[in-house]
């Protein structure tokens, strides 16, 4: 990376650390001593087209949350360098009065899906934006989803093309 190279030759002041230096510059002499955290009030989320079925149903919206290990994801493939919502607020901007948000329990996702009347699998497609982090959370949650019988074909676009797909609905899942 250009960031990392400009960095280490003393023509940057501050950066930030790329996922892929993560360990290296938290773990190593001279770096270690040098970096810096700070709380993000980033919300990154899996977004639902609610104006057509099945996603108008909440009882299949809130077994995809229950199918989802965020804090298994948040672990291992973040590194631990965030901590789950409980909602659409940045857990960073909230009072001291959480609510717990969803667990992981694939049973309970698998008797709401049930509820629906679906006929499994349920086929979707799961629109990401071009990024190999993005590609590699979005792996993660299809395999999770086909555990409980939702199987997503992953559709990746650029930026401007991601946006105009989300504004126009052409879309059934995105991650944001």
């Known amino acids: 990376l250009t960031v990392v190279v400009?960095?280490?030759?003393?023509?940057l002041d501050i950066m930030e650390v790329p996922r892929a230096e993560f360990e290296?510059?938290?773990t190593e002499l001279p770096w270690k001593d040098q970096v810096r955290s700070r709380v993000g009030l980033n919300c990154y989320y899996v977004g639902?087209?609610?104006?057509?079925?099945p996603f108008n149903d909440p009882r299949l919206r809130r077994a995809f949350n229950y199918a989802i290990d965020r804090k298994k994801i948040i672990d291992v493939l973040l590194e631990g360098r965030a901590v789950p919502a409980e909602g659409p607020v940045p857990p960073a901007l909230l009072s001291s009065n959480k609510t717990g948000g969803y667990s992981y329990d694939p049973e309970k996702a698998r008797e709401l899906i049930v509820q629906t009347g679906l006929k499994l699998p349920l086929k979707a497609t799961f629109l990401i934006k071009a990024d190999r982090e993005v590609l590699s959370i979005a792996?993660?949650?299809?395999?999770?989803l086909k555990r409980v019988g939702i199987e997503l074909t992953l559709v990746q676009r650029e930026w401007s093309s991601f946006k105009q797909r989300v504004n126009e609905g052409e879309f059934d899942l995105f991650y944001l």
């Open 48 to 53: 639902f087209n609610c104006q057509k079925p």
């Open 6 to 11: 400009e960095f280490e030759l003393g023509n």
């Open 139 to 144: 792996e993660v949650i299809q395999d999770y």
């Open 24 to 26: 290296k510059y938290t």
